[in-house]
């Protein structure tokens, strides 16, 4: 039964030109994580502290921090709101000095469907990956708390960004004449940069990241009754999971790819005889074409 198309539900991070949502995204995974997203239509959302990069979730922050010592020396008139403005976010840019990292779950996803930095790190352990059709997912998303936001690579891309955002999400948060009236206090005002800063932080990656392409599922703050934790290597890794919910019996799986290893042909065999058990056409997998063996 086919889905009538949906206006996303979530938002892309606004880049330089003009933006459009990839009509395919893909995950990469291994077995056991194809066979929980298709048996129990979920996916699990990892907290970003826990990643492999371990600088990754401080990259915004870091940036968030240039942005401000930026705008502390972009005003020239000395007039009372100017001295006003710039006080403000002194005052911001010393609390961040002590900003925590948000406690945010993601899941990772990428425009190409075959790429040999995202089957690496599958090398010990036979890797696969699921093609989603985008607007169908977002639609079996819906009303689940996850956004979906495009990831930004670079110091420059990410300050541009971050800049823009700012301006466009709080755009009186320097020069609101109702604050230099009193009506809004410091502390309002901050708490409210620090929560946009925090809700940015998982958008943003460092440029050698660049050929991934990577769009992130992001769910900020769940419940605490909602987190769960599975081991994985030398720690117990936080996580949730979502439910992909409609009136339908099947997930949007567009095509199933099987990455490098010692067996490859068997295992996309076993893979297409798992997907008719489970109701789906069992001719969407395929090989990897990249020359890589585990």
Known sequence: MARAPVEPTTTAVRKAGPSSLPPKLTHYTDLAGLQGIVENKELWLSNAVFLNDPEEINHGIKMAQRVLNSLLKSTKTPDAVSKGRQKLIADIAKDFEKFQAPDVFITCLCEDSDLLSQWRGY???????????TNELLQMLFGSNVELHQVQYGMAATRAHLTALISDELPDIFDDFEFMMGDLSTTEIKAAFSKLVANLVPRFKHAGFQEEREWRLVMMNPEPEDILFRPRAQ???????????????LLPIENITVGPGMQDAAVAKSISYFLQANGYDPDIVDQSATPYRT
């Open 235 to 249: 720690m117990m890794l936080p996580y949730v999971k979502v439910k992909l919910e409609d009136d339908f019996d």
């Open 123 to 133: 090398s010990s352990r036979q890797g696969v990956n699921i093609t989603f059709d």
